[in-house]
């Protein structure tokens, strides 16, 4: 499935790449001389990191197959897949975008996805829907329309369809997180475990404490990368509206997703927060799995869902407020100044092939970071017992040595 939506994306996309940009001002997003080549590559980008993503995913399946630490190896398996499925989410935002500057963007996008008729099928199963709803199969292209209304009736249909990309990568993003909390949350119980056959009476004494109060750490944990997932939860939910009840029921979804936004960033900014206290508190107890890399990776992938993105919109409101001649000399500025003065359809092709670059970093980190050998796959205990078991099974089996 994520191949099937790669390729179309991809396909799509660079169908949109051969049409001619339309003559409105906003649409010519090509001023800025690196942005074309910066976007362009970005395909081949996704494509590499489906690649790497599936080669290391292959190695953590043969342990599971091997019946080695397989709920371990699967949360890592669904770690692993994070920048795959981000990506080719975001490769599947900047099609909308681009089909809007060349003037390809329709209604009925909307009313049918990909052919499929959404609300005709629920008519059918009985949900309510109203007929009015229903536009007509020969939309024309809203973007050529001639009223002064098309492009601003172009540009929320584009970017309606360009969030909702985002958003069921976030979906994923959130559930990846919760896994790697279970995951990190297991490992030290399993060293408190441990330090219980210590023969130091103190230690022992220690991690019985420590596994006492684990369980109400766990909980404080939790309230951050909660009310993460549940952010993206709803705002997932609100933005498949527009496919139920059609796009004459939009009004006043600009506020409710701007409140997702903003309830997003600061949502991810607490869950950042709790993975660096766990990270900093227990990290002794997590030296066995060799927890840099991985807090590193899972730092990286949290932040591309709402915190990059609020970054740069507060970078460009605040350049905003800036003195005349302040924003001329920040403008004279290297890339950083192109970056500050772009208009949103810039910036909203900007920033998705941001994150396939940084997506293919990512999984090059984790060949470092989740490696399916690690010894931390095992539980101590078990990696030990068993290891002594092997070396005392005799080659021949007793019953036949007798024999001979």
């Known amino acids: 499935m994520l191949t099937a939506s790669l390729a179309y994306a991809v396909f799509e996309f660079f169908e949109r790449l051969k049409d001619p940009l339309i003559s409105h001002p906003d649409a010519q997003v090509w001023n800025i001389q690196w942005l074309r080549p910066f976007v362009t590559g970005a395909p081949f980008a ?31 398996v669904q770690i692993i897949a994070m920048p795959a499925v981000f990506a080719v989410m975001a490769m599947a935002s900047m099609v909308p975008i681009y089909e809007l500057v060349t003037g390809n963007i329709s209604e009925e ?4 996805p990909f052919g499929i008729d959404i609300r005709s099928r629920l008519n059918r199963l009985n ?56 995951l990190a949350l297991e490992l030290i119980r399993e060293s408190f475990e441990t330090q219980l056959n210590s ?27 909660m009310s993460f997932v549940v952010v993206c939860v709803g705002q997932t939910a609100c933005a498949m509206s527009p496919y139920i009840v059609g796009t004459s029921q939009m009004e006043g979804s600009d506020t409710i997703m701007m409140g997702f936004q903003v309830a997003g960033f600061i949502a991810s900014g607490v869950a950042l927060y709790n993975v660096f206290v ?18 590193m990776s899972v730092k990286i992938l949290v932040s591309l869902s709402f915190f990059q993105r609020g970054l740069l919109v507060i970078l460009q409101g605040g350049n905003k407020l800036l003195p005349e001649i302040v924003q001329r000399i920040v403008g004279y500025v290297p890339l950083f100044g192109d970056i500050i003065n772009m208009t949103e359809v810039q910036l909203h092709m900007f920033y998705p092939g941001l ?14 970071a989740w490696g399916a050998n690690e010894t931390w796959y095992f539980h101590p205990e078990m990696a030990d017992e068993d290891a002594e078991s092997t070396e005392k099974t005799p080659l021949i089996p007793r019953h036949i040595s007798s024999s001979v």
């Open 278 to 295: 766990v990270e900093y508190t227990f990290h002794r107890y997590l030296d066995r799995s060799s927890p840099l890399l991985k807090f």
């Open 46 to 76: 996704v494509i590499i990191t489906v690649v790497l993503c599936w080669f290391q995913t292959e190695g953590h399946v043969f342990e599971i197959h091997k019946d080695i630490g397989m709920l371990k190896h699967d949360r890592a």
């Open 355 to 368: 994150i396939l670059y940084e997506c293919l970093l990512t999984t090059c980190l984790h060949f470092w």
């Open 109 to 112: 996008m909307l009313n049918t």
């Open 199 to 225: 023969e130091s009476e103190a230690e022992r004494g220690a991690a019985r404490e420590c596994l006492a109060s684990l369980s109400a750490v766990s909980k404080l944990a939790w309230l951050g990368t």
């Open 127 to 182: 949900f309510q829907s109203n007929a009015s709803m229903l536009e007509s199969a020969n939309s024309t292209l809203v973007g050529n329309q001639s009223d002064g209304t098309g492009w601003e009736k172009s540009f929320s249909l584009a970017m309606w369809r360009y969030e909702t990309c985002f958003y069921v990568g976030d979906l994923f993003e959130a559930w990846v997180l919760y896994q790697f909390g279970l």
